[in-house]
């Protein structure tokens, strides 16, 4: 008894060695305010978030701990002392709720339905993406394919594209392999900051993975793998046909824009930066700050599917809070509303007999408008009204059932002029199978019918990626779509030209034009809805007791003088393209002169201005930058601002 007493105090000891020396290196070159078992237990247990290290992968609560909620104020906060904490930011975004979305779950169990004998192939397309750690974990240890019912049970599948998702991705890979075949390193974490200015033993340490800096976190690679995704075509016998079809191409419309190669790329708008100087590690208060920050806000345009989430989080298992999801939801509506379109309506003549109204849309986005998955769509909503607010025209409106009024029966045009009520100008992709069909099984989908949805800034049909994003539908009568005033391609807009009926009405009119957003139309959910299935009828009952209101995105109006009175005044002129890439803009009407010029700093400058048809032709200096025109029309002056990119 009386050796084992020394011999227990000397393991002892020489145990406490061994961890004061991991825990030296691990806060090295200072130290922190806990032992390495407080912190260990505090960042294990100091989250909602389910905590669990799988073989290759953790999940988001794992990485909490030091990422998430500072208690003590001093991680994760900026510097008006609002909590920026990533793991807060990003619990209610429709990424983290990728695997839990009932939307997703419902065309999963779908396509299935429809084709029985596809379904491993189908389940793995699907849950790559929506599961990636769960499914590509399977993978890397060399199991059984990961199937929806292993999601079902699945904790690391249900963490949906989580911190690992991307932060571990092989930068060599990222950008380069599509279709969620996404390729992971074991031992690395990937971050924005330079090696030399992180402290990379603090994370192994406590996590066993060394991060280090990778531009492919910055440069928007790591979304590619999912955000273009190729499906593989089925006949209407379920038999395969060699065929391909592109299920969305967010990432190669990125690549075929004037924003290829810039700041602008994913992260400029889903994850704002911020250059406040902000601690990354919670309890680590001997840390430096780094700046620029990127919060997680993770928003698009999908307001819709996240007020479902919200309202279904409970039975959906989400760890988000009511007041989390208000958040995302301000933030999408902001990015939607802000980030997304610009929108002009003019009334350029009138007389009893006809109103001619242009409705200008420019693409704000570095993708299409709207991109994504293919149910998404937008419509433009125009009324035209009498002198009372009486309507004399409308069009593009949407019914009780959230449809638009006079859609088609299989699908609506595009439309350049638009004569008739029962005309809507409706920009989505619409999928046909081998017979030229319209479907929405994306297992039956061969060439897309219609793909007039808005692209890019400097969108070219010559660009390599050019058959992954094709335009479709369009016809070649529409010289405004994506060509600007002298007719060259990549401006990124559309105008339509209504021709509106006034049948003798000579009094005032008044101009309203409103652009509609909705991710789940309807006609995309019928033919999914007339089976039945336990993620289907979930589905349906959620959507039955919804809002379907589409999301307003943006609007315009203007006015109208009655007949003899209709000479437009100051306010109806329009200088565009705004911004413009070429330094070349016009300005609509003759009777209006440009008198003076400025750049940002108030400075005069030389701008050419040649009188054409229709309008002058305005030549900015060869510098880009902001600039102010001075526009002079009847006596009346107003200043433009115009950006040349």
């Known amino acids: 008894m009386g050796m084992r007493r020394p011999f227990a105090i000397l393991a002892g000891l020489a145990g406490l060695v061994l961890l004061s020396a991991a825990w030296t290196e691990a806060i090295r070159p200072v130290h922190g305010p806990h032992s390495a078992l407080d912190l260990w237990v505090y960042r294990s247990a100091n989250t909602d978030l389910t905590v669990l290290h799988s073989a290759y992968f953790a999940t988001a609560g794992r990485c909490a701990g030091c990422h998430g909620h500072d208690t003590v104020g001093l991680a994760s906060v900026d510097a008006s002392g609002r909590d920026v904490n990533v793991a807060d930011d990003w619990r209610s975004t429709l990424m983290a709720n990728s695997a839990r979305d009932p939307f997703f779950r419902a065309k999963m169990e779908h396509e299935v339905l429809v084709n029985p004998g596809h379904q491993g ?42 911190c690992l998702s991307c932060h571990m991705q092989n930068p060599d890979s990222a950008g380069r392999h599509f279709s969620g075949q996404l390729h992971f390193d074991s031992a690395q974490v990937y971050g924005p900051y330079p090696d030399d200015v992180i402290n990379p033993n603090i994370m192994e340490f406590f996590v066993g993975w060394r991060p280090q800096e990778g531009q492919h976190i910055l440069d928007g690679r790591v979304c590619a793998g999912c955000h273009t995704l190729l499906t593989s075509t089925l006949d209407l016998q379920g038999n395969p046909t060699g065929d391909e079809f592109v299920e969305q191409a967010t990432w190669h419309e990125w690549l075929n824009s004037d924003y290829n190669g810039t700041a602008m790329n994913c992260r400029g708008c889903h994850m704002p930066r911020i250059n406040d100087s902000i601690i990354l590690a919670a309890d680590y208060a001997f840390l430096p700050g780094h700046a620029p920050f990127g919060l997680h806000h993770l ?63 420019l693409n704000l986005t570095g993708h299409k408008f709207p991109s994504g998955y293919p149910s998404r769509r937008a419509f433009v909503e125009l009324d035209v009204l009498d002198a009372n607010g009486d309507t004399l025209f409308h069009s593009g409106r949407f019914d009780a059932t959230y449809e638009v009024e006079g859609h088609d029966a299989d699908m609506e045009p595009h439309h350049d002029v638009i004569t008739s009520p029962d005309q809507a100008q409706i920009y989505e992709l619409v999928m046909g199978d081998v017979n030229d069909d319209v479907t929405t099984v994306l297992e039956r989908a061969k060439s897309p019918l219609k793909d007039n949805r808005l692209v890019p800034l400097g969108f070219s049909t010559t660009h390599p990626s050019y058959d992954t994003t094709v335009i479709a539908g369009v016809p070649a009568t529409d010289l405004d779509f994506n060509h600007d005033a002298l007719g060259l391609e990549g401006d990124g807009g559309d105008e339509v030209h209504y021709h509106v009926p006034l049948n003798g009405y000579g009094g005032a009119l008044h101009v309203k034009a409103s652009v509609w957003y909705q991710p789940v139309p309807p006609r995309w959910n019928a033919e999914m809805f007339s089976l039945n299935g336990t993620h289907i009828d979930a589905f349906r009952t959620m959507v039955d007791s919804a809002d379907g209101t589409p999301t307003l995105v943006a609007q315009d109006s203007t006015y109208g003088g009655p007949v003899g009175l209709m000479e437009a005044g100051v306010d109806h002129l329009r200088v565009h393209p705004n911004p413009t890439r070429d330094g070349t803009v016009w300005l609509n009407d003759t009777r209006a002169s440009v008198v003076d010029a400025f750049d940002a700093s108030g400075r005069r400058v030389q701008v050419t201005v040649q009188r054409a048809a229709g309008g002058t032709r305005i030549a900015l200096p060869a510098a880009k930058g902001t600039y102010l025109l001075v526009i002079e029309r009847d006596g009346q002056e107003r200043v433009e601002r115009v950006v040349r990119e």
């Not at 989430?309 to 958040?327: E, M, W, Y």
């Not at 379109?341 to 350029?348: K, Y």
Request: proline share 3%; glycine share 8%; aromatic share 4%.
């Open 121 to 162: 192939e189908i389940e793995g397309k699907c849950l790559s993406c929506h599961a990636p750690l769960g499914f590509h974990e399977q993978r890397m240890l060399g199991g059984a394919p990961f199937t929806a019912a292993m999601l079902d049970t699945s904790t690391i599948g249900h963490d949906g594209v989580s």
């Open 299 to 361: 928003a698009g345009g999908n307001v819709y599917m996240l007020e479902l989430l919200k309202k279904h989080r409970a039975a959906l298992g989400i760890p988000a809070t009511d007041v989390q999801f208000d958040s995302t939801i301000a933030r999408t509506l902001d990015n939607l509303q802000r980030r997304t379109l610009e929108l002009d309506v003019q009334l350029l003549d009138r007389t009893t007999d006809t109103a001619w109204i242009d409705v200008r849309l």
